[in-house]
C-alpha cells in the first residue's frame, strides 16, 4: 500500500533562519506530488506541485522553494524565513482520479 | 484564479442532530470532494464525485455533485462526538495542465456537543 511521510512534525525557527522539510511517498512510482500551506486551521493553499523529477511549479510567489530531487522525494525550503512563514505544511500526492492523498503535514513556528 | 465559497465557516450542533454544508464555485469543476481534518493531522478524503447529479453516500456522509458543476453539497445525518473538526470541499479538473490540483474551500469547522 501507499503511503506518505512528512517531517520533522514540528520546527520552531527564528527569522532569517533557513528551512528544510521533507515529503517521501511509498509503494507507487512517479507520482504528482503537491505542497499545500494551511494558515490558522483554515483553507489550503497550493504552493507548489512536481510532476516528475526536478520538475518544479510555483503557483504563488513567496519566499520558498520546492526541489524534488528524487521520484519519491519532495522537499519544500527556504533561505531565510519570515515570520509569514509560519503555518501548516502539508504534502500530497495524486492517488487517483483528482483525488490527493495527504501526510500528516509539519507545523512551523517562525519567532 | 478559481475560488471556492463554502458555508457555513461553523457550526454548533448537538449530538445526534443532522448537518448540512456547501460549496459553491464561480468556475466549473469536473471533480468534487469532501475532506475531514482532525487537529494536528492532514486532511482525510471522504467522498469523491465525478459527474454532475452524481449522489453518493458513504456511512452517515452524503454528498451530491450539483448539475451545474459549480457546486456541491455535504450532509451528515445523526452526528457524533468524533464527527468534530473541518469540513472541506475540494474541486478539481482531470486532464490538460490541471495536473492533479486542488482548489480548497476555506473549511467549515463542526462543533458537536454531547
Known amino acids: 500500500s501507499q503511503t506518505i511521510h512528512q517531517w520533522p512534525a514540528t520546527l520552531v525557527q527564528p527569522v532569517g533562519s533557513p528551512l528544510s522539510l521533507e515529503c517521501t511517498v511509498e509503494?507507487?512510482?512517479?507520482?504528482?506530488l503537491y505542497w499545500y500551506r494551511q494558515a490558522a486551521g483554515r483553507g489550503l493553499q497550493l504552493l507548489f506541485y512536481?510532476?516528475?523529477?526536478?520538475?518544479i511549479s510555483s503557483e504563488v510567489p513567496q519566499n520558498l522553494s520546492a526541489s524534488r530531487p528524487q521520484d519519491r522525494q519532495f522537499i519544500l525550503s527556504s533561505k531565510k524565513l519570515l515570520l509569514s512563514d509560519s503555518g501548516f505544511y502539508l504534502c500530497a500526492w495524486k492517488a487517483g482520479a483528482n483525488v490527493l492523498t495527504f501526510g500528516a503535514g509539519s507545523r512551523l513556528t517562525v519567532l | 484564479g478559481q475560488q471556492l465559497n463554502q458555508s457555513p465557516q461553523s457550526m454548533f450542533i448537538q449530538e445526534g442532530e443532522d448537518v448540512s454544508m456547501n460549496c459553491t464555485s464561480s468556475?466549473?469543476?469536473?471533480?468534487w470532494l469532501w475532506y475531514k481534518q482532525d487537529p494536528g493531522e492532514g486532511p482525510v478524503l471522504l467522498i469523491a464525485?465525478?459527474?454532475?447529479?452524481e449522489l453518493t453516500s458513504n456511512g452517515r456522509l452524503t454528498a451530491q455533485f450539483g448539475i451545474t458543476r459549480k457546486d456541491s453539497f455535504l450532509n451528515i445525518s445523526a452526528s457524533i462526538p468524533s464527527d468534530v473538526g473541518i469540513y472541506f470541499c475540494?474541486?478539481?479538473?482531470?486532464?490538460?495542465?490541471?495536473?492533479?490540483?486542488?482548489?480548497f474551500g476555506q473549511g467549515t469547522i463542526l462543533t458537536v456537543h454531547p
Open positions: 468556475s466549473i469543476f469536473n471533480t
Open positions: 475540494a474541486g478539481g479538473n482531470a486532464g490538460g495542465t490541471s495536473y492533479g490540483k486542488l482548489t
Open positions: 512536481s510532476v516528475g523529477i526536478g520538475q
Open positions: 464525485l465525478y459527474k454532475a447529479g
Open positions: 509503494g507507487t512510482s512517479n507520482p504528482n
